[in-house]
């Protein structure tokens, strides 16, 4: 792993992620007064679902900053794009039709999210219990969802603006990490998107 600046790609590989276990264990008390000059710093958004490379991403950073202190942790998760049925509805020229109609489409809407949110939660608690689990602690912990995503970059962009949202300025992501955002960009690399549209911000690839 080789370090870069602001808006530039820190990569870990497998191999770094042994290293970093080893190295981060033997330099545990330096590390420690390190971290707590720098606390402006110090607040993570670590990209979660349920893929392999959402696991190495969140392998690697409790390896790097387990049982370190004055880190914050943001797991967010990010909904995929509403399936094409959700978006709208033919419509009707009675007025109160029209209006049952909308109310229902956000009702199936809200449904839907409420489903997606369920299916993430053994992800994210997964996630949650290996940080803590390495040591960090449960109130440096938080968990959060995006809104559903919408086509081309807004998903990238989503990402990056709940970092600033939240006072991260870095974000972790495994390199194979949520899926369907190729399938809505055309095969475009989400990790090469939050470094072309992150400015000021780093980003940790997992690879």
Request: charged letters at 30%; a positive charge.
């Amino acid at each position: 792993m080789r370090p870069m600046t602001a808006s530039g790609i820190v990569r870990a590989s497998k191999a770094d992620r042994k290293k970093a276990s080893t190295t981060h264990r033997s330099r545990r008390t330096s590390s420690r007064s390190v971290s707590q000059t720098k606390s402006g710093q110090n607040r993570l958004l670590l990209v979660v679902d349920d893929s392999p490379s959402s696991r190495a991403a969140v392998d690697y950073v409790a390896e790097v900053l387990g049982h370190r202190r004055g880190f914050q942790l943001c797991l967010a998760h990010f909904l995929p794009p509403l399936p094409p049925i959700l978006l709208e509805f033919g419509g009707s020229e009675n007025p109160e039709k029209e209006k049952q109609l909308d109310t229902q489409l956000h009702r199936d809407q809200q449904q839907w999210v409420d489903t997606e949110k369920k299916k993430a939660e053994p992800a994210l608690n997964w996630a949650r219990g290996r940080l803590r689990k390495a040591g960090l602690p449960a109130t440096s912990l938080t968990a959060q969802f995006s809104d559903p995503a919408d086509e081309q970059d807004s998903a990238s962009q989503e990402i990056i603006d709940q970092a600033r949202r939240n006072g991260c300025r870095t974000i972790v992501v495994g390199r194979r990490s949520l899926s369907w955002f190729r399938r809505i960009t055309a095969g475009k690399d989400l990790a090469e998107q939050l470094v072309e549209q992150g400015k000021n911000l780093t980003v940790w690839i997992v690879e």
